[in-house]
């Protein structure tokens, strides 16, 4: 861990280490820095901590990240990174001013430790906590009155036999702290057999149940905050799933005005209430009964990364923005249509990066590829196309995603 030091002390050049060391008995001095004092610590291993930091470069400022290996998508953009586990975060907010934090993997306690010690953790902890903490963060939902699945603490069998007894067939078993990347947190359960299955298999994680939503179509909103409550809001976002994975993401939604306003408007109190800090993303399921709060997420989100291209500021950008209390970018969008199509692998395992001339063919969609090994699931990038048409545009798109994982478009 990094020698204590104040936020307010002076650090820079100034600070040198010296050291002697004798060898071949002759004296040799080794003059090295200590490490600079950061403005912008980033606990994170994925694009999501990839895209923030690029961000933070275009407005010259070099962050110092956590990341987990070298192989890291965050890891290989960064210049100024510790490799280490999660947990060495006590070391980085002593070398940073803001510390934001990209991943669940952190220990609540630590941060919670952190904070009570005068440290700048953003979002802050009541955020984390609640965007952590499935359970938590349900409850503090349904205490403002807000929408959301019936749900319940899943301690024993007999607590899912209870739950489909009066809900019924299918139950959602969610994890109720997110795992690693590639871990599943979800899954949507016919019957009894199987729901204990998902039980053994994910012994020793906590989870909980949750009455299945007839869905009409899934909606996002994305928002940054800074400290003393100013608010930008991003359009709604509609977000289409495929084999339970976020797949492609179209703005405007296709839902009236007064949907995407109660949308946003539900969302900026949400922030309100948890006093958040950065951006904040607030997933909605719309059923015919009106909308209802699945999720909250406190960073920059999937369904934001089309606003790199699709609005005058990136949610990466803002996020840094917010965090570091500065003035906020405008959040309107850019162009009539927008559309991202995650770039997921498949089992042929084909690495879109070999693809890369073929995508950058379709002429109007921007590539964004994260650096990671393929493997099947895994989101190895994005593509967004801007236009004045949502179907031209999201054909383009469709375009683009094929040529990276070399396969024809699949219309
Ligand atoms: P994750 O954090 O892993 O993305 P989510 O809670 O967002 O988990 O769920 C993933 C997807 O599973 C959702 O986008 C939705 O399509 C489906 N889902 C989640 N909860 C429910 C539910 N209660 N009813 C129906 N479908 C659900």
Known sequence: MAAHRRRSE??????VETRSLHALGSSVTIVSEMPTLSPLGIVGVGQIAR?????????????????????????????DRVIAHPDAVAGLVEECGVVTVEHERVDIGLLQALE???????????????????IHQRRILLNRSLPVPVFAELNSADDLIDFATVFGWPVVIKSVRAGAAADRNVWIVESR??????MSEQAGRPLMAENFQPI???????????????????????????????????????????????????ASSIAEHLDAVGVLAVEFFLTNDGLIVNEIAARPHNAGHMFIEGSPTSQFENHVRAVLDLPLGPTWATHSAIVTRNVIGGIDRVDPAQNLADALAVEGVSVHL????????????HVT???????????????AEAALLGRRPSW
Do not use: W
């Open 10 to 15: 002076p650090v820079g050049p100034e600070a």
């Open 116 to 134: 009570d010690a005068g440290h700048c953790i953003r979002p802050g902890i009541k955020t984390i906590r609640a965007a952590f903490d499935k």
């Open 51 to 79: 895209m923030t930091q690029q961000a933070a470069l275009k407005l010259g400022i070099q962050p110092r990240l956590l990341v987990e290996g070298l192989d890291d998508s965050a890891a290989q953009a960064a210049a």
């Open 370 to 381: 994260y650096g990671k090994m393929a493997a099947p699931g895994r989101k190895l990038g």
């Open 193 to 198: 057999a199987e729901g204990l299955r998902v």
């Open 216 to 266: 009409v179509t899934e909606l996002v909103v994305i928002l940054a905050r800074r400290p003393g409550g100013n608010i930008r809001v991003y359009p709604v976002v509609e977000s289409i799933q495929k084999d339970g994975q976020r797949h492609v993401m179209r703005s405007p939604a296709s839902v009236g005005r007064e949907i995407a306003n109660e949308a946003r408007a539900m």
């Open 385 to 399: 196309a801007v236009g004045d048409d949502l179907d031209q545009v999201d054909e383009m798109a469709m375009r």
